[in-house]
Every structure is written in C-alpha cells, then in structure tokens.
C-alpha cells in the first residue's frame, strides 16, 4: 500500500454521485447493500458542504492498493478461484480503510473531522482528484485507490 496526502485546490460536489451506489454491480442487482443502512451512506449521509466549511483547506488521504499483486497472491493461495473472487473487496478492503483511517487521524489537527467516503456525501472524488494529477478511474482495477478527505467542520 502507498500512501499519498495532497492539498486540494477545491471539492466538486454533485448530489448525483450519490446515486452511483445504487447501481448494480455483479451479484448485488440493486447496488450497494449498505445504501440506506449505515448513517454514513446515502441517503442518510449529510452533503458535503451541509457538515464541511468550504471556505477552508482541504486534504486528501489516498491509499494505493496493489490490487492486481493482492489477486496473484489469492490465486496462488487458492488456485481453484475464479479472478472474481481473487479480487473480491472482503479480503481487502478492510485493511486499506484501516489504512485510510490510521493516516485521517494521524495527520489531521484539533478542529479537523474527515470522511472516508466523500462519494457518500456528494463528492466527486474523479473530478477532484484530478486537477492534482490523481486518476481515479471506476471500475478500478490496479491500483485501486481510495479516497479520504480531511477538512474543518462548519461553526
């Protein structure tokens, strides 16, 4: 795993990000099962900048992941499975939210909050990320990289 942080010159927000996590995706025909779930997903999750002052900094916590490397790992160790299930996010993706959060705690200071899901909140973590050379492209494969975002809350 890689870890970058990077100031961000600013936040695109579209409220139709949102609705990505509904889209079906192999085995979940519905979309995400944790939309309308969690109070972190949509559609109970805040807008962005109802919970963020967007008048301040930002940063963002991007954590690399070699994902092709991780499948290649899995097929050795499980050679009977499919690339599907080499690359499944259970076996994975914990530990880079892990990562993620470890890094958000680390580096923020006293009157500073972060998300680690700023697609949930209305950000469109592509269209962010890429004025400061960081593609992020969907679906990812390799690398995947996943994004936090760490700012001042409103007053």
């Known amino acids: 795993m890689v870890i970058h942080v990077v100031n961000l010159p600013q936040i695109i927000i579209d409220a139709?990000?949102?609705?990505?996590?509904?889209?079906?995706?192999?085995?979940?025909?519905?979309?995400?099962?944790?939309?309308?779930?969690?109070?972190?997903?949509p559609p109970?999750?805040?807008?962005f900048d109802e919970y963020f002052d967007m008048t301040q900094r930002f940063r963002a916590?991007?954590?690399?992941?070699?994902?092709?490397g991780h499948a290649a790992?899995?097929?050795?160790?499980?050679?009977?499975?499919?690339?599907?299930?080499?690359?499944?996010?259970?076996?994975?993706?914990?530990?880079?939210?892990s990562q993620l959060k470890k890094t958000c705690e680390s580096?923020?200071?006293?009157?500073?909050?972060y998300?680690?899901?700023?697609?949930?909140?209305?950000?469109?973590?592509?269209?962010?990320?890429k004025p400061v050379g960081i593609d992020i492209v969907f679906p990812a494969y390799d690398p995947v990289r996943k994004v936090a975002i760490v700012g001042r809350t409103l007053p």
């Open 44 to 47: 109970e999750a805040p807008m």
């Open 115 to 129: 998300t680690l899901i700023p697609e949930a909140m209305g950000v469109d973590v592509i269209a962010t990320m």
């Open 61 to 68: 916590v991007v954590c690399e992941f070699d994902l092709a």
């Open 73 to 97: 790992r899995m097929k050795a160790k499980h050679p009977h499975w499919t690339q599907r299930q080499c690359c499944n996010p259970l076996y994975w993706q914990g530990s880079v939210r």
């Open 16 to 41: 139709k990000v949102r609705g990505y996590c509904t889209l079906p995706y192999p085995g979940h025909p519905r979309g995400c099962p944790m939309f309308g779930r969690r109070p972190e997903c």
């Open 107 to 113: 580096i923020r200071v006293t009157d500073e909050i």
